[in-house]
């Protein structure tokens, strides 16, 4: 699958450009901006990207993963984010130099990732649709304001492309290597986004479909459990010592799904208030208490929203989710001064494209059971279902774009290939009149 030794030369020479071209311009972005693309400050620790920097700070001196905690131990976060940085403070110091270095390897992650999508898309398709992705993906700014800014989207989706690659290989070879090396890169993506915790889901669908014999299941199932809680233990080791409780992720979910049960982000309407006088009646109010208690005032929300106003919660948990994943680029700060305003226009066609792409891919797979079309399709609406219980916004959106340019790549491609052939089939014709 790795192997492009069978790719044409022009195609090879294309992608060598491009890979390093990647890396150049997101490296010079980096470093020519620098602290342009931070979200919140240092002084005031008013977001998750200077949250993350004091965070390794005080893992490295105080051996200790403390966020919104001050210096006291926390499972607010996945310790990732932390550990990453506080590696490279080792190396570089604690000052800026971390940071540029940080930046750097998420350049270098971006064009990794050039070469992971041309993998993928010349496995799935070839290596025309392979190079369609490939330039789509490098001439994509948001994935440049990715490599600036210090949050944990472009090491997960490195990582979430290498879990792609595998699970096509351990689908296609059954061998129980290629199933472990699936269930380590699930836990160090959960060590980032947990959420990925449940994706082994994915794998028993396709199962399920391919018929692949009960024997064959139980034994990848038992293979991936015993790798995934390998890989979790210290953690969970941790927290049982610091909490004196079990806590299999994190304890940071009520927020998150808090902001989700609220329409537009905006208060429940006054009835809400009314039927529950524990809360001040305003929207402040919702946000008092522990994490379990602002998952407790999610689902009362969600159960007065859908008993009330059952049409509305349903657009909201449906539609509504989906727009805020992908409608809008993730794209927070601008990248060499170019305006969003040149940068949601190119990302709505290629949500069109990639649209018809995956509806393209969901007739071939039914038709033809095709569980390496499928597997893109299950990961997608996987990653998709998952954050509508929670806040959806581009930034946890964005992962996910590359499998829409994958599909998008597709349908380009099929486009192509039925003009050839048009052109193929008339040529005969002109040449006999």
């Given amino acids: 699958m790795f192997n492009l030794s069978q790719i044409s030369r022009s195609v090879k020479i294309a992608l060598l450009v491009i890979i390093p071209l990647v890396f150049a311009i997101s490296a010079a972005s980096v470093l020519i901006y620098g602290d342009h693309f931070l979200l919140g400050s240092y002084e005031k620790l008013n977001n998750d990207d200077v949250k993350y920097v004091n965070s390794a700070k005080i893992l490295l001196n105080k051996h200790t993963l403390a966020y919104n905690s001050g210096e006291s131990p926390s499972s607010f976060i996945m310790p990732g984010m932390p550990l990453v940085l506080s590696g490279l403070m080792l190396v570089f110091g604690q000052g800026e130099a971390a940071v540029i270095a940080f930046r750097i390897l998420q350049a270098a992650l971006q064009a990794f990732s050039i070469y992971l999508i041309f993998v993928i898309a010349n496995h799935l398709f070839n290596s025309r649709a392979a190079l369609i992705a490939s330039i789509a993906t490098a001439l994509y700014l948001p994935d440049y304001f990715s490599s600036g800014v210090i949050l944990s989207e472009t090491i997960f ?58 024997k064959t299941i139980v034994k990848h199932t038992v293979v991936i459990s015993v790798t995934m809680v390998l890989l979790l233990s210290p953690w969970w080791i941790r927290n049982y010592i610091t909490f004196d409780e079990f806590i299999p992720f994190t304890k940071s979910a009520g927020n998150p799904m808090l902001l989700g049960a609220l329409i537009k982000y905006a208060a429940p309407a006054k009835p809400f208030f009314d039927a529950h006088p524990e809360y001040a009646g305003d929207r402040a109010s919702l946000f008092v208490g522990s994490d379990d208690a602002m998952a407790e005032t999610a689902k009362k929300i969600m159960r007065y929203g859908f008993t009330h106003q059952p049409m509305d919660y349903l657009k909201w948990y449906t539609v509504e989710k989906v727009k805020g994943l992908y409608l809008g680029p993730y794209y927070w700060r601008t990248v060499f001064d170019i305006s969003i305003a040149f940068v949601f226009v190119p990302h709505t066609l290629m949500m069109l494209i990639g649209s018809a792409g995956l509806l393209l891919m969901l007739f071939k797979a039914v038709r033809q059971r095709n569980i390496p079309y499928l597997l893109l399709l299950l990961t997608l609406a996987y990653f998709t279902v998952i954050y509508v219980p929670f806040v959806a916004f581009s930034r946890y959106g964005y992962p996910n774009i590359f499998l829409i340019f994958l599909a998008g790549a597709y349908f380009i491609d099929r486009l192509v290939s039925i003009r050839v052939i048009k052109r193929l089939v008339a040529r005969p014709s002109a040449t006999n009149l």
């Fill in 157 to 214: 989706r490195t990582i979430f492309m290498l879990l792609i690659c595998f699970s096509l290989l351990a689908l296609k070879s059954n061998q129980t290597k290629h199933y472990v090396i699936v269930a380590v890169l699930v836990i160090m993506a959960c060590y980032f986004k947990p959420h990925t915790g449940l994706f082994p889901i994915v794998l028993f669908m396709l199962w399920m479909i391919n018929k692949v014999s009960w």
